[in-house]
């Protein structure tokens, strides 16, 4: 890209960051010790802009960035949030490379088959161009009234054809287990449990499970007893309280305890702050960063 443009974001993301009314200025604003990824529209008070709102959230304090879309912004801006990350040491969390697309992977059809390949396809270009290696991957719908431990093994096929695309490139598929529905009906993995199924049915470096401790909240699953079960498939983590799917310390789950225990486990990797902010403004910005100093002290 045009490195004088650039330069140009970077000097009016730093100014915006940098005013008195972006954010107090006794927030502390140290470097976070773990990977907590905001993504775009979360950090209220943030400035317009691509590139400038990832220089605020560095300005806070934050190390990663996290953007389900963008798998589908231009080629240009891509670049752009590339060579910001790498310039200012940000590790870029997931994007979505496949939502399933409806379609239900133990019997899929050649057609159905090759819309799904035709999303690692994309994945793998949006990679090379972001650099990025972790994407989030929802395998497809279920049939209620068939065996689900049948059908999640059956979808392993589909899913190494998948592999066979994207892990040349160093791409790791998270599979990641919804508490809501998606296109086509309910999704065929609901909990860890269900993404550790697949994952070790899959057998491959370049599937394994995303680990959201919201969706595993929501459901009613305890959530360390249950990421310990099945944490030898994990490679990826989210945070989002419940009920609400607002900011940590917003609802009932213990983050402090969860963060503890990833520590424990030696777990280095992003956390996607895949939420919404339980206030607005100057308030909803201090809250949320209020929420995160305290699980990461």
Same mark, same amino acid.
């Given at each position: 890209?045009?490195?004088?443009?650039?330069?140009?974001?970077?000097?009016?993301?730093?100014?915006?960051?940098?005013?008195?009314?972006?954010?107090?200025?006794?927030?502390?604003?140290?470097?976070f010790?773990?990977?907590?990824?905001?993504?775009?529209?979360l950090?209220?008070?943030?400035?317009?802009?691509?590139?400038?709102?990832?220089?605020?959230?560095?300005?806070?304090?934050?190390?990663?960035?996290?953007?389900?879309?963008?798998?589908? !912004?231009?080629?240009?801006? =891509?670049?752009?949030?590339?060579?910001?990350?790498?310039?200012?040491?940000?590790?870029?969390?997931?994007?979505?490379?496949?939502?399933?697309?409806?379609?239900?992977?133990?019997?899929?059809?050649?057609?159905?088959?090759?819309?799904?390949?035709?999303?690692m !396809?994309?994945?793998?270009?949006?990679?090379?161009?972001?650099? =990025?290696?972790?994407?989030?991957?929802?395998?497809?719908?279920r049939?209620?009234?068939?065996?689900?431990?049948?059908?999640?093994?059956?979808?392993?096929?589909?899913?190494?054809?998948?592999?066979?695309?994207?892990?040349?490139?160093?791409?790791?598929?998270?599979?990641?287990?919804?508490?809501?529905?998606?296109?086509?009906?309910?999704?065929?993995?609901?909990?860890?449990?269900?993404?550790?199924?697949?994952?070790?049915?899959?057998?491959?470096?370049?599937?394994?499970?995303?680990?959201?401790?919201?969706?595993?909240?929501?459901?009613?699953?305890?959530?360390?007893?249950?990421?310990?079960?099945?944490?030898?498939?994990?490679?990826?983590?989210?945070?989002?309280?419940?009920?609400? !799917?607002?900011e940590p310390?917003?609802?009932?789950?213990?983050?402090?305890?969860?963060?503890k225990?990833?520590?424990?486990?030696?777990?280095?990797?992003?956390?996607?702050?895949?939420?919404?902010?339980?206030?607005?403004?100057?308030?909803?910005?201090?809250?949320?960063?209020?929420?995160?100093?305290?699980?990461?002290?």
């Open positions: 890209m045009n490195r004088r443009h650039f330069s140009k974001l970077l000097v009016a993301g730093a100014s915006a960051a940098a005013a008195p009314s972006a954010f107090s200025k006794d927030m502390n604003t140290t470097p010790k773990s990977l907590f990824a905001p993504h775009p529209g950090l209220p008070t943030a400035p317009r802009g691509y590139v400038k709102g990832m220089e605020f959230a560095y300005e806070l304090g934050f190390r990663a960035w996290e953007d389900n879309g963008l798998i589908k !912004r231009s080629a240009k801006l =891509q670049e752009e949030v590339a060579t910001f990350a790498k310039e200012k040491g940000i590790t870029l969390g997931v994007t979505v490379i496949s939502g399933g697309n409806g379609v239900h992977f133990a019997t899929a059809n050649e057609e159905e088959q090759e819309s799904i390949l035709n999303d !396809r994309l994945g793998v270009e949006t990679a090379k161009r972001t650099g =990025q290696t972790h994407m989030t991957m929802v395998p497809g719908i049939k209620g009234d068939e065996d689900l431990d049948k059908q999640i093994a059956a979808s392993a096929d589909l899913m190494k054809r998948c592999c066979d695309i994207v892990e040349e490139h160093g791409i790791i598929m998270v599979l990641e287990p919804l508490s809501h529905g998606i296109k086509g009906g309910a999704p065929i993995l609901r909990s860890f449990e269900d993404g550790f199924k697949l994952c070790e049915a899959v057998n491959r470096k370049s599937c394994k499970l995303l680990a959201d401790f919201y969706h595993e909240g929501q459901i009613g699953n305890d959530l360390i007893p249950n990421a310990e079960k099945t944490w030898s498939q994990a490679a990826y983590v989210q945070y989002g309280d419940v009920p609400g !799917r607002k310390g917003s609802g009932k789950l213990d983050y402090v305890a969860v963060t225990w990833l520590r424990d486990k030696g777990y280095q990797g992003v956390i996607g702050m895949e939420h919404g902010v339980s206030a607005k403004g100057k308030e909803g910005l201090e809250k949320l960063m209020a929420a995160y100093r305290k699980i990461d002290a």
